[in-house]
């Protein structure tokens, strides 16, 4: 049977020219308009291969026409769309500059942010705000010119290009709700009052007055708070965060003052958890030695355990308002997670959560997390696959929750950077047979399983998958029964993505074998050639003697990261603690942590894995084959094979 499937015209284009040329240079060809406008429909319609098909031709000569030009802008998309930003910043600058549309322009400028040249895409942005733009694009330009002034850390700017956006965006809560995590968390004092004084009579102008009120009352400022919220209620402009300038009027100053000094912690230290509790707690402990033997400023910690049967949420007050700690590490537990996160943000003491639980950080801007999530490996795996040219997604998930989850989160972030996803099969969590799933996956036929039970020499074993990665948001006990089904019935030579699940030395060691091909995401690695986990393990051993769990590294980052935030000479109260917390970056976590996003999720450069000689090591780029010696003149260049029309 011969194979019918063929790669990814795309990837086969770039690599093309990739390999003859050293770079990605487009040239004139006789595009025809209607070549052009089937192309645009295409794009239009999301078949990104089939536009790229009808766009070969671009491929040679300098660009000489403004048709030519247009299809250049389409090929740029699509690379844009499929993660490939520095070949689509490339083709749009070989463009030359009298055949350069608003359109191109636009684009260039938010790739230069994609490829991290935030100050060069306002230059090239910043002249097409006085150019007739249609809404769509001026929306477009609005959105990448506060990006990057959040990049080059210009907030005002920042938040003047979002009140841009409030009249040609069609979702203006999105607008005011970028506005509101900005005026929170990456604004100082100046900035908040020159920005409710700008704004004035506006939603973000009353949002300006409602994070003073807050700082002010955080602060312990009370007269000073309820002063900026009846400025408040002073206006008719009504805004989406109103009710916490109402609650700000209601709420009594509280009795007693904050120790800079003292951290709560929420564990589970009894009952059936309480062996992930100890965990946490050498950890955080580990990360209080550290800390204090190399800081001026100490800090202690006070535990609470949360397997006593108490309410998480009044073990918060009592944190707060008897022992009067500056911050809180924890929960862990997702039963305790959600009331202990609402009833922190009440009391304006910010939490660093550690559960898993959705929703967590937003609660609100004084609700942290640093845990490994679901989102976070997705995000992770599929910028490893796009960064390696992989674009077609096949999913084999089981009936569990996690795969269903997992699933769900994977389907919408490939969706959302140009992806395809080819099929989608499950099974059930005590399946131990995986042949039919398979075989749907290959896409293979009755007839084609029965030309192949035949003894004709002809017929080619198995046929060629139909996509470039399979995803499988399962366990390491499930991947030792399915990983060599997988290659016995055919499917080889396809990259497998798996989770954090997959991070066991006995699956290395009974199946290993079978998943050469395998890439999987940890946001610890026992063992990493990072310096920073090489140091926190030896530290770990010397103290504990005994290897460090994802949970014990977990609350040591945890530690740090609020031990960090607490140095700080200029520490006066929470908000002040809240304000470091969300202005940390650079941070080199042994899980992987870099800082916070707006909002509170923990940012993360997760661990990418593979199974080698039976064991789990750190992914490594396969060595390049060498290129065969090719005497001067003789080279020809083959045309990329095109898909079945």
Known sequence: MKRKWVRSLGIQFCLVLTLLLGSFSLSHALLTSYELETSQELFSAGRYTEALALLQPLAGEPVLTADDAAGVLLVARIYQIQGNFPVSLRLLEEIPRELRTQRHELLRGELLLENDRALDAIHVLQPLIRQPLAE??????????????????????????LQQQLPVSPNRASVLQQAHRLLQDRMSDSDLDEAAYLWRNSEIGQDALLQLARR??????????????????????????????????????????????TVGVMLPLSGRYAAYGDQLKKGLELALTEFNRSHPIKVTLTFEDTAKGEAAAHIVHRLANEKQVVGIIGPLLKANAVPAAERAQTEMVPMLSLAQAQGIPETGDYVFRDSLTPRHQIQSLISFALAHGKTRFSILYPQTTLGVTMTDLFIGE??????????????????????????????????????????????????????????????????????PQLVFYGLKDRTLLGINGWNSRDLGKKAGRFLKDAVFVDAFFAGSSRPEVQRFEDLYRQVYREDPSILAAQAFDSGMLMFEACSDPGLNSREDLRMRLAGIEEFQGVTGTTGFALGGESLKQLYLLQFYSGRVREYQEPEPEPEPLVEEGSLEVPAPSLPNQ
Do not use: C
Not at 149 to 158: K, S, V
């Open 136 to 161: 769509a694009d001026q929306l477009a330009l609005y959105q990448a010119l506060s990006s990057a002034a959040q990049n080059i850390r210009q907030p005002l700017l920042a938040l003047y290009y």
């Open 414 to 483: 490939v969706l959302m950077t140009g992806g395809e996803i080819v099929d989608i099969s499950s099974y059930s969590n005590d399946a131990t047979d995986f042949k039919q799933q398979i075989y749907d996956l290959i896409h293979m036929t009755p007839e084609m399983l029965e030309a192949l039970e035949t003894d004709d020499p002809e017929a080619e074993e198995y046929p060629e998958p139909p996509f470039d990665a399979l995803f499988i948001p399962d366990y390491a006990d499930k991947l030792e029964l399915l990983a």
């Open 216 to 261: 002010a009352f955080a602060r312990q400022r009370y007269a000073e708070a309820r002063s900026y919220a009846r400025q408040i209620f002073a206006t008719r402009t009504s805004f989406p965060y109103w009710y916490e300038a109402t609650r700000l009027l209601d709420v009594e100053a509280p009795l007693s003052g904050v120790r800079r000094d």
